[in-house]
């Protein structure tokens, strides 16, 4: 059985421990948008054809407006970013040294120690370095390219999982300059998932020079995103008005969740409007106390004081107001 890792979620083992059913549970322990984008009726060829290359095609001409990604760097849609981080070691060849600042996003440090790579080595000249912009899950942001301590082997990986809620943070349009920071490549993640409150549907995006998105693309295989994210997904990427909207609502309510927080908060919050940090005086107590409401939160195996919590969806904040008093 696979080994699993710390992550939010896992609103079974809560249900469990805590009783009620899962249309009870309210779960704020994942950074997903609670008001998805509305899918809107799905063609029946999307469920019943192999994706074609038209699909595929408008997708990805979707995302390339809306993240703005520079003529001649190339873009590649996967089922997932996750499928792309866990892939990535191996597409940058061999086995080698990576940097990841930590704490941060866990899948990354598995997919290079999975791969043979070295993590974190003392003095040690990398061949990788990762970034998770915004982090997550304290939401800073990374250092750009021009502050890399870069040389040509180095290759800059930046994870915008939880960008999109500031579009002009985004370091997509520094890809094409790689050589410019001594960098051999830099390349730039995305996942659909979190802004777009979709998080079943696996999709994710890799940005970078062509020959890297090439090689994963063989990496992945014919036909590895499905039909029915294919149409989604261009759907949504063209919305720029729902994008705009989401982000007001966001801004809106995570101001309004460090509202209702500030109380058992030792310091100000830290995270993105997806998701918000707060460091408590004890985070398992905390927790145990939104569990017994049936609210289920995410704490850290690193830490005893820190507990994320997400946004509530528009009918359920009376239930975490409630649990707080």
């Keep these: 059985m696979t080994n699993l890792r710390d992550h939010g979620g896992g609103l079974d083992a809560a249900i469990e421990k805590y009783g009620g059913t899962r249309a009870d549970w309210l779960d704020l322990s994942t ?39 520079p003529d001649g760097v190339d873009i590649l849609a996967a089922p997932g970013a ?23 996003y866990n899948e990354w440090a598995a997919a290079f120690e999975n791969a043979g790579w070295r993590i974190n ?8 370095m990762v970034y998770v912009h915004p982090n997550n899950p304290d939401g800073v942001a990374a250092a750009p390219p021009a502050q890399a301590d ?52 696996r999709l994710g995006f890799l940005i970078g020079p062509q020959n890297r998105i090439d090689e994963m693309a063989e990496m992945l295989g014919p036909w590895p995103v499905a039909g029915p994210a294919l149409e989604i997904g261009a759907r949504a990427l063209d919305d720029m008005a729902w994008a705009d909207a989401t982000r ?42 939104l569990a017994q409401s049936h609210i289920w939160s995410r704490t850290f195996p690193y830490s005893k004081t820190w507990i994320r919590l997400g946004l509530p969806a528009p009918d359920r904040w009376d239930q975490l107001e409630t649990a707080l008093r």
Aim: with cysteine.
């Design 121 to 128: 080595g003392p003095k040690q000249r990398p061949n990788a």
């Design 31 to 69: 950074g997903i948008n609670p008001v998805p984008y509305p899918v809107g009726d799905v063609s029946q060829d999307a469920w019943t054809a192999l994706p074609d290359i038209g699909a595929r095609d408008r997708l990805l001409a979707a995302a390339r407006r809306f993240w703005s990604v």
């Design 150 to 201: 870069g040389h040509e082997d180095l290759t800059a990986i930046y994870d915008e999982s939880f960008c999109d809620t500031a579009p002009s943070d985004s370091y997509i349009g520094e890809t094409p300059r790689a050589k410019d920071y001594g960098l051999r490549d830099i390349l730039v993640l995305k996942s659909f998932g979190k802004f777009w409150g979709l998080a079943g549907l």
């Design 82 to 104: 996750s499928a792309l981080i866990a892939r990535l070691p191996n597409l940058l060849g061999g086995v080698g040294k990576v940097r990841i600042e930590e704490p941060t």
């Design 248 to 289: 007001t609502r966001l801004d809106e309510d995570f101001k309004r969740l460090d509202k209702l927080m500030a109380p058992h908060a030792q310091r100000d919050p830290l995270g993105t409007p997806l998701f918000r940090l707060y460091t408590t005086k004890d985070a398992a107590e905390l927790q145990d106390k």
